[in-house]
């Protein structure tokens, strides 16, 4: 009775195995098979994903959204209704608060802020506070002054603002300013 339990577990064993080195090798021959196909253009991008998004943008852009996208009458202004749903579908979003002091010269007018290509507000009163969100583009425009400007970035110590960094000093003169993409923590 031993006996035969040995015989039919060797049987088995040795069934298993041979099926397990007949995978193996299928599984090899499948490898080399696919890879040779990799080499090949036409058979690449059937193939890999990675060939097929070679190229395209995966994401939308941080700054492109339905309220950015205005429409333009024959003046090429943004209409009044238009800014009101590019407001409203913004509030929807969590923003941050930024201060951005002018130092020098003396606060005019003349510098202007921009946020995503909009005017936002001058630095008359020496400084603008506003409210950024993820994405935004920020930009200082004093291509009006003549004198050498100078701005401190004030994020208000807030750990959620990424960029633009707590405390940077930029200076220009009759030239644009970037500060930046705003980037929060999420």
Same mark, same amino acid.
């Given at each position: 009775?031993?006996?035969?339990?040995?015989?039919?577990?060797?049987?088995?064993?040795?069934?298993?195995?041979?099926?397990?080195?007949?995978?193996?090798?299928?599984?090899?021959?499948?490898?080399?098979?696919?890879?040779?196909?990799?080499?090949?253009?036409?058979?690449?991008?059937?193939?890999?994903?990675?060939?097929?998004?070679?190229?395209?943008?995966?994401?939308?852009?941080?700054?492109?959204?339905?309220?950015?996208?205005?429409?333009?009458?024959?003046?090429?202004?943004?209409?009044?209704?238009?800014?009101?749903?590019?407001?409203?579908?913004?509030?929807?979003?969590?923003?941050?608060?930024?201060?951005?002091r002018m130092i020098?010269?003396?606060?005019?007018?003349?510098?202007?802020?921009?946020?995503? #290509?909009?005017?936002?507000?001058?630095?008359?009163?020496?400084?603008?506070?506003?409210?950024?969100?993820?994405?935004?583009?920020?930009?200082?425009?004093?291509?009006?002054?003549?004198?050498?400007?100078?701005?401190?970035?004030?994020?208000?110590?807030?750990?959620?603002?990424?960029s633009p960094l707590? #405390?940077?000093?930029?200076?220009?003169?009759?030239?644009?300013?970037?500060?930046?993409?705003?980037?929060?923590?999420?």
């Amino acid at each position: 009775m031993e006996n035969r339990n040995n015989r039919f577990r060797r049987k088995y064993i040795i069934t298993i195995d041979r099926l397990l080195i007949r995978l193996t090798t299928i599984a090899v021959i499948l490898l080399v098979v696919v890879q040779a196909l990799l080499l090949h253009a036409d058979t690449r991008k059937y193939l890999s994903l990675v060939d097929k998004l070679e190229g395209e943008q995966l994401t939308s852009p941080p700054t492109m959204y339905a309220a950015d996208i205005s429409r333009v009458d024959s003046n090429k202004i943004m209409t009044t209704v238009d800014k009101v749903i590019a407001k409203s579908i913004r509030s929807l979003r969590s923003g941050q608060e930024i201060t951005i002091r002018m130092i020098t010269p003396a606060a005019t007018g003349d510098g202007l802020l921009t946020i995503n #290509g909009e005017v936002v507000g001058n630095f008359a009163k020496g400084n603008i506070e506003f409210t950024v969100y993820n994405g935004d583009y920020i930009e200082i425009d004093v291509t009006k002054l003549t004198r050498p400007a100078q701005f401190i970035i004030d994020t208000h110590k807030n750990d959620r603002i990424l960029s633009p960094l707590d #405390g940077i000093l930029l200076q220009s003169r009759s030239n644009v300013i970037v500060v930046g993409k705003v980037i929060l923590k999420r």
